[in-house]
């Protein structure tokens, strides 16, 4: 749930902004939970989570679009007539943005964690280096890497669930508030 905001601000403002959420939240939160340098890694995560938002905006622009310039009145009767249709639309692009990034997740987070593995010694011979479910899904002869990256995926299906809807209703909520207010002031 840490690229929840990440989401959102790609949404709303683009890669660039995205991108730069990504890493300061990145870098804050490894800072404050500090346990290695090597953690610091993990921002590429964070990286690719913007990417890949501003490619699924590219890719559903109809569905994915928060800020919609200059509507007409017929623009806006047709929306209100196709309104199922348009949540449909969001809700299946949103469902393949957050099994998109759950994969890419797995899989650049899985070979981050191998990396540092194979960086740092200590985390190789560490007891607890596999995460719990790691430990039930495999023995342990299995192939790190293969038990690094499958054991993130059910955990990054409901993270990236979330992260993908959270993160465009933040966008869609304050993109309406800042309408509110521009057309107040």
């Known amino acids: 749930m840490d690229t929840i905001m990440t989401v959102a601000v790609t949404f709303l403002c683009g890669l ?35 990417i ?25 009767i047709a929306f209100r007539s196709s309104y199922l249709n348009r949540i449909m639309d969001r809700v299946v692009a949103l469902i393949l943005l957050s099994f998109a990034l759950c994969i890419a997740m797995s899989i650049l987070g899985g ?30 002869n299995s192939p790190v890497i293969l038990v690094e990256i499958m054991s993130r995926i059910p955990v990054n299906i409901v993270d990236r669930l979330i992260a ?16 509110r207010l521009t057309i107040k002031v």
């Open 16 to 50: 660039p902004w995205g991108v730069l959420c990504g890493v300061l939240t990145s870098i804050t939160g490894h800072t404050l939970w500090f346990w290695s340098w090597l953690a610091y890694l993990f921002t590429l995560c964070s990286i690719a989570t913007a």
């Open 111 to 140: 070979l981050i964690s191998v990396f540092i593995q194979f960086i740092n010694n200590a985390y190789t011979d560490d007891p607890n280096r596999f995460a719990f479910l790691g430990r039930v899904l495999f023995d342990e």
């Open 164 to 179: 993908a809807f959270a993160g465009f209703g933040i966008a869609l909520g304050f993109h309406s508030l800042l309408q």
């Open 52 to 76: 890949i938002t501003w490619l699924f905006i590219r890719f559903f622009p109809g569905a994915l679009t928060v800020v919609i310039e200059g509507e007409s009145k017929t623009q806006t």
